[in-house]
């Protein structure tokens, strides 16, 4: 059958063993043995000593179903009849208490007076008292040890400076905003322009969504979801989100219907991807407890695939061969897509992780619910120092600090920068750490560096000498990967970087807090740094020391340099040339190392020579030249990011000055680009943006719109009155509205041309809104399109695009625009739309004729819920038009109160 597999039990009996599971989490993570007072583990974990071969031997029964009692497999239903049938001979029943001593709980109803816990000589005993039923009794007892087991690998989450203080994850876990989205589309960005891009976007509307309730549809919804793919930047919390699910289970805590999960994480799957395992074989090498099991008759299986941005193999889902059996034997990626695609195992659950540009890797037919991990909002950055903080006051003071400098706190929504700020503030604040309290990001990162510096000398009494090779090396590293785009690296990687295993092994064991060393499958080993900025900033730091000791530009290689500046210069090129922007936050951090602070605390790392201070202010003056250039609103707003890390302010306050005068002028391009930063970097959310507050109605060129978009989209209402709209403005305005962030609820066109650029095409202009009306994006309330050129061709395709969409649009007007019978008519087909929600409709001076008013008196009658104001003056409507429009009077559902 295509469901079924069986899981035999194991000849040699004893300790139960598990592979180590590597899972990046944003912080430093180490898995350490359970506290006694807490859990007694069942045996004493051993690493897998598995040898690679092209053929791995496994215990595998290939016996038929009729040879068994109970068929050994994964099935549809909602409950096993193992547990059916422990259920009705269940007499009484006792707590099981295991995995917290401040209560007992029970793990799973079904367990009943089968187990309880012992604790003796430093080991767990399982009583199970005899029932008749000693299959049964056996599988649970096994789910009972994987919990434990599970327990052990994700209880603890590292994030303390001090290695040998462990945290509880459930001590330090911060509930993280989780959003439902169906959007699939791939967003390339530099994670850090989403994450700014996120802290502006309104949430009133949105429903979080529980970790515990991922897999629960919502209230409308009725059909279940098998496939979650669950999106978000790095560090923002997927990992943490999965092992908080895990523990949650293994506690009993929430979805006990849920016999058992499988964490198969790509970092460790990548391992794996040139040998060829079935199902069944892949379990018993990432659970090795899975092979002590006689029979398995669960029916919930639980499979998560966290980092689907780490894989290293190829999915082809279109031309992969077909799988059923769980006992065949193919490639993990084909393992993989036939699980997703639901061909093996029908009715298990998949969990997918990813960071948002991997994402579209999963057709979206495969996948019944896509959610986005959000990070922390205010109240939840809030909470998090709150617990990492034992002194409420320093807490307070650091909170304070954070939300004074708005490019930290907005940082604030991934939550290692929390942990990253926490370590850093908390030793300054509280321990009078001499030095600036960090204001920059470059400054909070260059600090948390020295702090672990400091750490490693007075542990190891390492020289500097020695730091000085190791970080170099590291930041090599982290400069060749972070070109490469990867975030995880294997041996061959490090070799590059002349990098041996061995030196790999002295840095993570030192670097505890920045480097990382993880054992994957057959002894292999997996390498990160703590998070992306972590090797952004490192790899700034390998560019910046590189030239300050030898005069070396590693950024281009062919020229020789005289000054820092050249460096920069070359920084700010490729930055820009990158149309993901991935290197945007290394390019904050390369000119922020040149900040006099910030090389003062280098000096602690290495002994730098010459003065900066002529070649930083030659880069000013480059930067201030590139923002003036016609550069996209993103780029310049990173730019602006980078004066900041060189404390150079002068363009914000310039820009400042002008919005307190009240007075409107003529505005640069970069002074355009300076208010754009102002507003976004705003604390205060952008209720509505009037350009025209700005500058008069005939300067507003295409330029500017560009310019502006990102207000728009972050606005909720937006008023835009200028004189001509042209291609380049139009298609900036449906991008911006249609974009996954915006905002906009009310947009006012008024007196507008619409103009793309070959000939006055007004109703071209109006399909490309539909664009934006029609998208599931689009939550536009408010739609005024006063003389705009609208006829009855634009009216048709407005009207199509308003019923594909139908659900939010509250007020639409379209006065002086000559629409005629056949305009009206299609407006008539969108009122009586059962879905339209339209409350407000004007349409003065639009060329309606007498015999237009029957369609809209029928369109009213047919749909009479929802519009309440309809305005017709100044048409050609006689006697007969008035009469049809009358009569709706008498109809019982009449709702209109003007007309």
């Given at each position: 059958k295509c469901n079924s597999f069986q899981l035999k039990r194991s000849t040699s009996s004893g300790s139960v063993s598990m592979s180590s599971l590597c899972v990046h989490q944003y912080s430093q993570m180490e898995i350490a043995d359970l506290d006694t007072d807490n859990v007694s583990p069942p045996s004493k974990m051993r690493k897998p000593q598995i040898k690679r071969s092209n053929s791995l031997k496994y215990s595998i029964s290939m016996k038929s179903e009729k040879s068994i009692e109970l068929p050994i497999g994964f099935k549809n239903g909602d409950s096993s009849s193992v547990h059916r049938k422990l259920q009705k001979k269940r007499s009484h029943s006792s707590e099981l208490s295991c995995v917290s001593k401040k209560r007992d709980c029970s793990l799973h109803p079904s367990w009943g007076n089968l187990h309880s816990v012992q604790k003796e000589e430093g080991r767990t005993e399982i009583n199970i008292t005899d029932t008749g039923h000693s299959r049964e009794a056996d599988t649970i007892t096994h789910q009972k040890k994987f919990k434990l087991n599970l327990m052990k690998t994700f209880k603890c989450l590292d994030g303390v400076i001090k290695q040998e203080k462990r945290t509880l994850l459930n001590e330090i876990y911060t509930e993280l905003y989780i959003t439902e989205g169906d959007s699939r589309e791939v967003n390339n960005e530099h994670e850090v322009r989403q994450i700014e891009a996120a802290c502006r976007r309104t949430t009133t509307e949105e429903t979080p969504i529980q970790c515990n309730d991922i897999f629960k549809p919502l209230s409308e919804q009725d059909k279940p979801i098998r496939t979650v793919l669950t999106k978000g930047v790095a560090g923002i919390g997927k990992t943490v989100s999965v092992q908080k699910f895990i523990v949650d289970w293994a506690e009993g805590k929430a979805n006990q219907d849920v016999q058992l999960i499988f964490p198969l994480p790509f970092r460790e799957l990548n391992l794996m991807k040139d040998q060829k395992l079935s199902l069944m074989e892949l379990l018993h090498v990432f659970f090795k407890e899975t092979k002590e099991t006689e029979m398995f008759s669960w029916e919930k299986v639980l499979f998560i695939f966290d980092g689907l941005d780490e894989c290293r193999f190829p999915l082809d889902f279109q031309n992969t061969v077909r799988v059923c059996d769980v006992t065949e034997s193919v490639s993990v990626p084909v393992l993989l897509i036939n699980l997703i695609k639901g061909n093996l195992l029908p009715s298990a659950l998949i969990w997918i992780t990813s960071r948002p540009a991997a994402a579209d890797q999963i057709p979206s037919e495969c996948v019944h619910r896509v959610t986005e991990v959000r990070g922390f909002n205010d109240p939840q950055k809030e909470e998090y120092f709150r617990k990492r903080i034992s002194d409420?006051?320093?807490?307070?003071?650091?909170?304070?600090?954070?939300?004074?400098?708005?490019?930290?706190?907005?940082?604030?929504?991934?939550?290692?920068?929390?942990?990253?700020?926490?370590?850093?503030?908390?030793?300054?604040?509280?321990?009078?750490?001499?030095?600036?309290?960090?204001?920059?990001?470059?400054?909070?990162?260059?600090?948390?560096?020295?702090?672990?510096?400091?750490?490693?000398r007075e542990k190891y009494s390492k020289k500097q000498e020695s730091d000085e090779e190791m970080f170099l090396k590291l930041g090599q590293l982290a400069f060749e990967q972070l070109k490469k785009g990867n975030l995880i690296f294997y041996e061959e990687d490090l070799r590059e970087c002349g990098i041996d295993v061995r030196e790999a092994a002295v840095y993570s064991g030192v670097c505890t807090q920045i480097f990382r060393e993880e054992f994957g499958l057959h002894q292999s080993k997996v390498y990160c740094f703590v998070h992306l900025s972590v090797q952004e900033h490192l790899a700034a730091l390998y560019v910046h020391l590189m030239f300050k000791m030898t005069k070396r530009n590693v950024l281009e290689h062919s020229r020789s340099f005289n000054a820092i500046s050249d460096v920069h210069k070359a920084g700010v090129v490729q930055a820009l040339k990158s149309e993901t922007g991935h290197l945007d936050l290394f390019l904050r951090f390369l000119l922020g190392l040149s900040l006099e602070s910030n090389q003062k605390l280098l000096q602690a790392l290495v002994t730098q020579t010459g003065s900066s201070s002529q070649s930083t202010e030659e880069t000013f003056q480059y930067i201030k030249r590139k923002i003036s250039e016609d550069l996209p609103t993103e780029k310049s707003i990173n730019l602006f990011h980078c004066l900041n890390e060189l404390g150079d302010d002068s363009l914000e306050e310039e820009i400042q000055r002008y919005l307190k005068s009240g007075k409107q002028r003529k505005l640069s391009s970069s002074q355009w680009s300076a208010l754009v930063f102002v507003l976004l970097s705003s604390a205060q959310e952008l209720e509505e943006f009037d350009l025209n507050k700005y500058t008069s109605p005939e300067k507003i060129t295409d330029l500017v719109l560009v310019k502006v978009m990102p207000v728009i989209a972050a606005s909720r209402k937006a008023n835009i009155q200028c004189h001509t709209f042209k291609e380049r403005g139009w298609s900036a305005l449906v991008s911006a509205l249609t974009s996954e962030t915006s905002n906009i609820r009310e947009l006012h066109l008024a007196v507008n041309t619409l103009d793309l650029s070959w000939k006055k095409l007004t109703d071209s202009g109006v399909k490309c809104l539909c664009a934006v009306l029609e998208n599931p994006h689009s939550k536009v309330e408010t739609l005024r399109l006063q003389q705009c050129g609208v006829s009855d061709e634009g009216c048709a395709a407005l009207s199509s695009a308003l019923r594909s969409n139908p659900s939010h649009l509250r007020e639409l007007d379209l006065s002086y625009n000559n629409l005629g019978d056949s305009g009206v008519k299609c407006i008539s087909a969108l009122l009586e739309n059962p879905h339209c929600k339209l409350e407000t409709l004007r349409l003065w001076d639009c060329g309606i004729p007498d015999e237009s008013c029957a369609a809209l008196a029928s369109a009213l009658r047919s749909n009479p819920s929802h519009l309440r104001h309809l305005n017709l003056s100044k048409n050609k409507i006689g006697d007969s038009g008035v009469k049809c429009l009358s009569a709706l009077k008498d109809n019982e559902n009449y709702k209109l109160q003007t007309l």
């Open positions: 409420q006051s320093l807490a307070n003071n650091i909170i304070t600090h954070l939300k004074s400098l708005r490019s930290l706190y907005i940082m604030c929504h991934i939550p290692v920068f929390c942990w990253i700020s926490a370590a850093v503030l908390e030793r300054m604040l509280c321990e009078a750490e001499s030095g600036e309290i960090p204001k920059t990001l470059t400054q909070m990162y260059t600090h948390f560096l020295i702090i672990q510096i400091n750490i490693i």
